[in-house]
């Protein structure tokens, strides 16, 4: 999507508000003994209760209102049964829809008490995200989102999970430009538009490179012996900084 008009990035920015809000209060709520089906139920209903519907469930008829993931699940984690544990990394991806404009945010999350390899993986994706966002400017070679966020992988000496990227979104939660990688392809010659709508969130891992399919049709997952931590904002393009959409309210 491309911003046309000052109505069009307000609506982008009251659905992104939403599921940042979101994102942060099923964050808050998580405690250990709790299912993933209960922190879905959370996350449902604040989307409800801001008139918001959930993307996956729209889109795709994903069987949750949001994706929650675990350890070495990566990501679209099916809610259900599965018990939250004391040291468990959790992601929550949150997207949602709002008078036709679409916005898709994440985060990684350890329930106390947390371990120093996970918060530094945690810490480190996060700085990779940041350091994606400062290369994002209009004009700017889409390759140099991927290169920011391998130099900082290879910087804290993590991987990349590599076949899972960021993408434009606004109209629908998957638009053009499509997959765009987190690592550095040369290959690749598009370039960023002034008021592009699209996403950033690098997948980062302690050894793992690729994602693969689970036996549930939707789950993405490593090897058990790897975690994968991930953040995500929804942005606009511009001539400077983007516009970051997903930021929640001040506590």
């Known amino acids: 999507m491309t911003i046309e008009t000052i109505e069009e990035l307000e609506g982008l920015k009251r659905i992104g508000r939403i599921v940042a809000n979101c994102l942060q209060h099923m964050a808050r709520s998580m405690e250990p003994g709790m299912t993933t089906r209960e922190l879905d139920t959370?996350?449902?209903?604040f989307l409800?209760?801001?008139g918001a519907r959930s993307a996956p469930e729209l889109l795709y008829k994903f069987p949750g209102a949001t994706c929650i993931s675990v350890?070495?699940?990566i990501a679209h984690?099916?809610?259900?049964?599965?018990?939250l544990q004391a040291r468990d990394l959790v992601n929550i991806d949150v997207s949602a829809e709002l008078d036709g404009l679409?916005?898709?945010t994440g985060g990684s999350f350890m329930i106390p008490p947390e371990t120093k390899p996970k918060r530094q993986l945690c810490e480190a994706t996060r700085e990779a995200l940041n350091e994606a966002i400062k290369v994002a400017r209009?004009?700017?070679p889409i390759r140099a989102i991927g290169a920011a966020v391998e130099a900082t992988a290879?910087?804290?000496r993590l991987t990349v999970i590599r076949n899972l990227g960021s993408h434009g979104v606004g109209r629908a939660l998957h638009e053009e430009p499509e997959f765009i990688a987190p690592f550095h392809d040369p290959k690749d010659k598009r370039l960023l538009k002034e008021n592009m709508v699209?996403?950033?969130e690098p997948f980062l891992s302690n050894g793992a490179h690729h994602a693969e399919d689970s036996s549930d049709g939707w789950t993405l997952v490593t090897e058990p012996k790897f975690v994968t931590a991930q953040y995500e904002h929804t942005m606009v393009i511009t001539k400077g900084a983007p516009i970051i959409v997903t930021v929640p309210d001040a506590v």
């Open 154 to 156: 290879k910087r804290r």
């Open 198 to 200: 699209i996403t950033i």
């Open 48 to 50: 409800a209760a801001h």
């Open 71 to 73: 350890n070495h699940e």
């Open 77 to 83: 984690g099916i809610p259900g049964n599965r018990v």
């Open 42 to 45: 959370i996350g449902r209903d």
């Open 102 to 104: 679409f916005a898709d």
């Open 138 to 140: 209009a004009g700017a």
